[in-house]
T-cell receptor
Framework: GAGVSQTPSNKVTEKGKYVELRCDPI?????LYWYRQSLGQGPEFLIY????????DSGLPNDRFFAVRPEGSVSTLKIQRTERGDSAVYLC??????????????FGAGSRLTVL | KQEVTQIPAALSVPEGENLVLNCSFT??????LQWFRQDPGKGLTSLLL?????REQTSGRLNASLDKSSGRSTLYIAASQPGDSATYLC??????????FGTGTRLTVIP
């Protein structure tokens, strides 16, 4: 697609529920990133995929968070047993890893998660 | 870990003024630095990218400079307009998955 697409744009859930957030990167971009932005803060790194594998998941806050990218394109960020502190905007970005624009990230509009 | 500081945290100017946003970072071993714009409730829009070998980049009324050795970048906005009102984020990049953000400068341009 023309840009990075994220769904849903807004998600309201109750504490303890399971949530999935989807990211559709730019076609052909092999690298995909998830960031989390809390109110009044800059985005913070969560996880980075190179193709289908998670090359760096050091930013995931705990084992309730998990992300997959089974076919090297669309990625899903999964949050189990949500807590109020998980409320944030979850941003996805993608980039090529070679050629023009290598490692230059293009961000989606984000998914705003609210945990009540 | 890269620490990024943006000053001021908020800025309010009358329309037409020129202004400068400042960014400092602790790890100078970067290979590029990006300035992003973020409108309320929206994602990030890339404004300018400066490679580590460059000193500045210009796009329209925007000019970004980079002094890698001192760990500083500035974003200059000429002839500000109300439509420039947004949060501006600085993000130095030290690796493929090492893009660090400051907390941003919230700009309000008053008509």
């Amino acid at each position: 697609g023309a840009g990075v697409s994220q769904t849903p744009s807004n998600k309201v859930t109750e504490k303890g529920k399971y949530v999935e957030l989807r990211c559709d990167p730019i076609s052909g971009h092999t690298a995909l990133y998830w960031y989390r932005q809390s109110l009044g803060q800059g985005p913070e790194f969560l996880i980075y995929f190179q193709g289908t594998g998670a090359a760096d998941d050091s930013g995931l806050p705990n084992d309730r968070f998990f992300a997959v990218r089974p076919e090297g394109s669309v990625s899903t960020l999964k949050i189990q047993r949500t807590e109020r502190g998980d409320s944030a905007v979850y941003l996805c970005a993608s980039s090529p890893t070679s050629g023009f624009g290598a490692n230059v990230l293009t961000f989606g509009a984000g998914s705003r998660l609210t945990v009540l | 870990k890269q620490e990024v500081t943006q000053i001021p945290a908020a800025l309010s100017v009358p329309e037409g003024e020129n202004l400068v946003l400042n960014c400092s970072f602790t790890d100078s071993a970067i290979y590029n630095l990006q300035w992003f714009r973020q409108d309320p409730g929206k994602g990030l829009t890339s404004l300018l990218l400066i490679q580590s070998s460059q000193r500045e980049q210009t796009s329209g009324r925007l000019n970004a400079s980079l002094d890698k050795s001192s760990g500083r970048s500035t974003l200059y906005i000429a002839a500000s307009q109300p439509g420039d009102s947004a949060t501006y984020l600085c993000a130095p990049q030290t690796g493929a998955n090492n893009l660090f953000f400051g907390t941003g400068t919230r700009l309000t341009v008053i008509p």
